[in-house]
């Protein structure tokens, strides 16, 4: 075992770009190579004060996995809430440096290995003097760039890291690759970045799941009110589908996507019927209209949430789609598939031999 932590701090070139997903991904995976893992993050622009605790989702979900017994203030030591932003402008002195670095001591204590979670971009922290590179640099990490590839243009990023993080950047994870684009990224694009010292641990592919939302969230995102079979709130919808179109032809339009949320008003009971009859996880009903007892009693008896809202159906799809790929990372499904896909596409032995960590 290590005498002293080993540090990676998982930073990324935008927000949802999968830094939770991959620290839990790598954190889980060394729990069972048998290292110590300790996780961080050590300055939060997304964490809440509650009830005088600082609480933030991606820790919280984080400290459950890995059983970590450190409070919340020792893993978020840093929380730029607008009350604490609000007395920085004000001129309050803050030594968030020397905050930041006994939090590290308290967390990596014991552990083999500590996961620091970064920022969303260069500037995070900057306001605060610790814009990424510096908070790498003060707890002496190694920097791995997960990034979100779309095109070639997405490498702009992560080129850029390598000029401000230079031989301390481990190197990359490509995620949520088109499946149409992964050989032309593994042929042609990990070379490119291979010959210019970039180092890529990963090329993840694009999935479904990954970007799905549960039928809370859904709710919860629209303001809406769960109906029926609430214990089905977990369940993820992978796709969204309107329910505009004519009873005769719903049927068959609803069976071209499994796993999906059918949006459509609350006056539709033919739309709604035909949804239910293929693989539906919830039906989403607009203008605050409810459903008749005779479809409402059809999604209880197949456990298909019905959720009402009061936007009509145009309105409610786009808020949807600002959320949609963007939520939290925190259900089981969403971890054990990530876990699957590390473990299928992740150079784990590159990167055990570039941190000088053995198993035990």
Known sequence: MAEKAVAVYVTSAETFSGKSSLCVGLGLRFRRDGFRVGYMKPISSTAKRIKGRVIDEDVESIKELFQLEESSEILVPVCLDPLTLESILKGERIDIKERIKKAYEQASKDKDVMLLGGGASLTDGALVGLPSQKVAELLGAWELVIIRYEDDLSLNSLLLRQEVFGGSMLGAVLNAVP??????????????LGDRGIKVYAILPEERILLSMSVGELAEVLGGRILNSPEKADELVEYL??????ADSALSYFRRKPDKAVITGGDRPDIQLAALETSTKCLILTGNLYPNAVILARAEEL???????????????????????KTRFHQKKKIERFEKLLEKHFDFEGLYKALGLKKP
């Open 179 to 192: 499946k149409r684009r992964l050989e032309y990224v593994r042929r042609t694009v990990r070379p490119f």
């Open 303 to 325: 456990g298909v949430p019905m959720v009402l809202v009061g936007q009509d159906t145009l309105t409610a799809v786009e808020i949807i789609e600002r959320y949609f790929g």
């Open 241 to 246: 589908m309107i329910g505009a179109m004519s």
